[in-house]
């Protein structure tokens, strides 16, 4: 998520440090601004015709790349459900703008994690539910609020395919947030009836029925149709674009696994502009029409990509996207950024630091969301040593500014990994964490420092980790003692004294 710059910090305190103290302890004793890399191969997954990819374009041993372990969140246990694996999303979804109405066709393929009488999956309630089937066959169902529990009886580690047909006008979500750029995320509608979406920490429900937790990666192919000469955009490649009868359909294929919060759709009237990095990754920029200006800043997409690949090695994906939307806000949707069309949103800065969520954050996700900061630290260290080499200064100097703040911060929202859960997406998890990596930095030394950053994502390519898991392999790669270093700048009251 785009970091709010320090002049628009938020407030309010923790109230969860204690049980993330226990098992932080746990873990570790076990481990104990500027204007103006080569894609690595990887799996393809198509939609499956049966649970069991019988007679399907693609094998069922295509979807185990998308193979997780759900967990329940401590933070916001009312969404998502351990029960469920989700292995493939298929949504056909059809938006009228004149009606606001949102028609979708569903097929997840999933796993049961254990024996169950019922499905359980997060959707909002205005989206009015009008079949639901179960491996083809018509199941009983109830939509009340956000859950939709389908009555049917599955087993432990047995693939399903369950079809959702519904329709609707979504609405956003209520964010658990103080910040001041968004108050609500999911499907968003704009006055003109374009659209567009951001759901972290949730919100991927207002719109599809979903695990929508970060534990639960999964493929995703979505096609959109929509009223030309508006054209859907979605995450990963653009597998085909038609027009029939005043409508456009776009089709998209993400061939690698994402968790909820990582998806994106935005519907409206855009340019698409293709470009290639340095490094050869195919690059599109999705931006309003006739906007030259917010195209020329967005085209710094290329140059952002190739810095932050010196420095975490090959891009983990196929191609890398920009869609410009009407927010405040930006998110590191897999491979097809969704940024605000502000000047901030669209800065360089922004560019660099939500291209580096691709490693930390989106090729290895969190696995809830206590562990955010592991996704924002780096990514906001990163972006701090961009500002430092653009602007000809010492990275110790922009933490010397970023630090003046880092104490009311910690003070208003709580420590980084132990923060108050209706205070999410705070600075205190982008600007403590940057400080605290520097401070590793010193200690380590840049080599290294470095090659222990470059390493950690590829360890757990399409995976998830928790801050125990993490730290603890810090501790293995690099052999030193950190626990009480990682318990202070992650757990403190207070900003540790700074070397």
């Given at each position: 998520m785009?970091?709010?710059?320090?002049?628009?910090?938020?407030?309010?305190?923790?109230?969860h440090?204690?049980?993330?103290?226990?098992?932080l302890?746990?873990?570790?004793?076990?481990?104990?601004?500027?204007?103006d890399?080569?894609?690595?191969?990887?799996?393809?997954?198509?939609?499956?015709?049966?649970?069991?990819?019988?007679?399907?374009?693609?094998p069922?041993?295509d979807?185990?790349?998308?193979?997780?372990?759900?967990?329940?969140?401590?933070?916001?246990?009312e969404?998502?459900?351990?029960?469920?694996?989700?292995?493939?999303y298929?949504l056909?979804?059809?938006?009228?703008p004149?009606?606001s109405?949102?028609?979708?066709?569903?097929?997840?393929?999933?796993?049961?994690t254990?024996d169950a009488?019922?499905?359980?999956?997060?959707?909002?309630?205005?989206?009015?539910?009008?079949?639901v089937?179960l491996?083809?066959?018509?199941?009983?169902?109830?939509?009340e609020?956000?859950?939709?529990v389908?009555?049917?009886?599955v087993?432990?580690e047995?693939?399903?395919?369950?079809?959702v047909?519904y329709?609707?006008?979504?609405?956003?979500?209520?964010a658990p947030?103080?910040?001041?750029?968004?108050t609500?995320?999911?499907?968003?509608?704009?006055e003109?009836?374009?659209?567009?979406t951001?759901q972290?920490?949730?919100?991927?429900?207002s719109?599809y029925?979903?695990?929508?937790?970060?534990?639960?990666?999964?493929?995703?192919?979505?096609?959109?149709?929509?009223?030309?000469?508006w054209?859907?955009?979605?995450?990963?490649?653009?597998?085909s674009?038609?027009?029939?009868?005043g409508r456009?359909?776009?089709?998209?294929?993400?061939?690698?696994?994402?968790?909820?919060?990582?998806v994106?759709?935005?519907?409206?009237?855009?340019?698409?502009?293709?470009?290639?990095?340095?490094?050869?990754v195919?690059?599109?920029?999705?931006?309003?029409a006739?906007?030259?200006?917010?195209?020329?800043?967005?085209r710094?997409?290329?140059?952002?990509?190739?810095w932050?690949s010196?420095?975490?090695?090959?891009?983990?994906?196929?191609?890398?996207?920009?869609?410009?939307?009407?927010?405040?806000?930006?998110?590191e949707?897999?491979?097809?950024?969704?940024?605000g069309?502000?000047?901030?949103?669209?800065?360089?800065?922004v560019?660099?630091?939500?291209?580096?969520h691709h490693?930390?954050?989106?090729?290895?996700?969190?696995?809830d969301?206590?562990?955010?900061?592991?996704?924002?630290?780096?990514a906001?260290?990163?972006q701090?040593?961009?500002?430092?080499?653009e602007s000809?200064?010492?990275?110790?100097?922009?933490?010397?500014?970023?630090?003046?703040?880092?104490?009311?911060w910690?003070t208003?929202?709580?420590p980084p990994?132990?923060?108050?859960?209706?205070?999410?997406?705070?600075?205190?998890?982008?600007?403590g964490p940057?400080?605290?990596?520097?401070?590793?930095?010193e200690?380590?030394?840049d080599?290294?420092?470095?090659?222990?950053?470059?390493?950690w994502?590829?360890t757990?390519?399409?995976?998830n980790a928790?801050?125990?898991?993490y730290?603890?392999?810090?501790?293995?790669?690099?052999?030193?003692d950190?626990?009480?270093?990682?318990?202070?700048?992650?757990?403190?009251?207070?900003?540790?004294?700074?070397?």
């Amino acid at each position: 998520m785009t970091p709010l710059p320090p002049a628009r910090r938020t407030a309010r305190r923790s109230t969860h440090r204690a049980v993330v103290a226990g098992l932080l302890c746990l873990g570790l004793l076990a481990g104990c601004s500027g204007e103006d890399a080569e894609p690595t191969a990887k799996p393809t997954a198509a939609p499956s015709a049966d649970p069991d990819g019988a007679g399907s374009s693609a094998p069922a041993t295509d979807l185990d790349v998308a193979l997780s372990e759900p967990v329940e969140d401590p933070l916001y246990p009312e969404v998502g459900d351990p029960g469920v694996d989700a292995l493939h999303y298929d949504l056909a979804l059809d938006w009228d703008p004149e009606s606001s109405t949102l028609t979708g066709v569903e097929e997840l393929t999933f796993r049961a994690t254990a024996d169950a009488a019922e499905v359980r999956l997060d959707l909002g309630a205005p989206l009015d539910v009008s079949r639901v089937a179960l491996d083809g066959e018509e199941v009983e169902f109830a939509h009340e609020d956000k859950d939709l529990v389908v009555a049917a009886e599955v087993t432990a580690e047995d693939r399903h395919l369950l079809t959702v047909e519904y329709a609707g006008t979504p609405e956003p979500v209520s964010a658990p947030t103080s910040r001041t750029d968004f108050t609500e995320t999911g499907w968003t509608i704009t006055e003109d009836g374009e659209t567009w979406t951001m759901q972290e920490p949730f919100g991927a429900y207002s719109w599809y029925a979903v695990n929508d937790h970060p534990s639960d990666k999964a493929l995703y192919d979505i096609t959109l149709t929509v009223p030309s000469p508006w054209v859907g955009v979605a995450n990963g490649e653009l597998t085909s674009r038609t027009e029939e009868d005043g409508r456009t359909r776009t089709s998209w294929h993400l061939a690698e696994p994402a968790a909820s919060y990582l998806v994106t759709v935005a519907t409206g009237e855009f340019t698409m502009t293709e470009d290639t990095s340095a490094a050869g990754v195919p690059l599109t920029y999705w931006t309003p029409a006739g906007d030259e200006r917010t195209l020329r800043r967005v085209r710094r997409t290329g140059a952002a990509l190739d810095w932050v690949s010196e420095r975490l090695g090959p891009y983990p994906y196929d191609t890398l996207g920009v869609v410009v939307v009407d927010s405040e806000s930006g998110m590191e949707t897999q491979t097809m950024i969704t940024l605000g069309d502000t000047a901030y949103t669209t800065s360089t800065p922004v560019l660099v630091h939500e291209v580096a969520h691709h490693w930390y954050g989106n090729q290895v996700s969190p696995r809830d969301w206590f562990d955010v900061w592991m996704n924002e630290g780096m990514a906001m260290y990163l972006q701090g040593v961009w500002e430092a080499e653009e602007s000809g200064r010492t990275v110790e100097a922009v933490m010397d500014e970023w630090a003046v703040w880092e104490r009311d911060w910690r003070t208003a929202a709580g420590p980084p990994a132990a923060f108050d859960a209706d205070s999410f997406g705070a600075s205190n998890i982008y600007y403590g964490p940057a400080l605290m990596w520097h401070e590793l930095r010193e200690r380590l030394g840049d080599q290294e420092f470095w090659a222990m950053v470059r390493a950690w994502p590829a360890t757990r390519d399409n995976g998830n980790a928790g801050t125990e898991e993490y730290l603890a392999w810090i501790q293995e790669q690099t052999g030193e003692d950190l626990a009480g270093f990682f318990d202070a700048w992650l757990l403190g009251e207070d900003t540790p004294p700074r070397d």
